[in-house]
């Protein structure tokens, strides 16, 4: 089965950036992929996505202006970078990368939920 392998989370401080990244295989290069995370204790939420090109963007009302998604649609290997700067601590939590075979409809987030999820990679931000 296909996978989704996130690397790139931490341990930072407020105000502190970092960049996350999830590697996929030529398979996905025309799926929409993006991000959500999930902190204890509460439900997993939207954070960004990319359409399949990369040209389209979506992002979440909490991370708007700080957060940028990115793709790179190399020829065997699919890039989603996802640059994280005026880090909070209310950012924490597993960040997870998604994708799914709908690319018309890459502004809508609820088609994650039946795609391919990756395992996630922690991020722990500190005040």
């Known amino acids: 089965q296909e996978q989704l392998v996130e690397s790139g989370g931490g341990l930072v401080q407020a105000g502190d950036s970092l960049r996350l990244s999830c590697t996929a295989s030529?398979?996905?290069?025309?799926?929409?992929m993006g991000w959500f995370r999930q902190a204890p204790g509460k439900e997993r939420e939207f954070v960004a996505s990319a359409s399949s090109s990369g040209s389209f963007t979506n992002y979440a009302d909490s991370v708007e202006g700080r957060f940028t998604v990115s793709r790179d649609n190399a020829k065997n290997t699919i890039y989603l970078h996802l640059q994280m700067n005026s880090l909070k601590p209310e950012d924490t939590g597993v960040y997870l990368c998604?994708?799914?075979?709908?690319?018309?409809?890459?502004?809508?987030?609820?088609?994650?939920?039946?795609?391919?999820w990756g395992q996630g990679t922690q991020v722990t931000v500190t005040s």
């Open positions: 030529r398979t996905f290069r025309y799926y929409v």
């Open positions: 998604a994708a799914h075979n709908k690319p018309l409809l890459w502004n809508n987030a609820s088609y994650f939920s039946g795609g391919v």
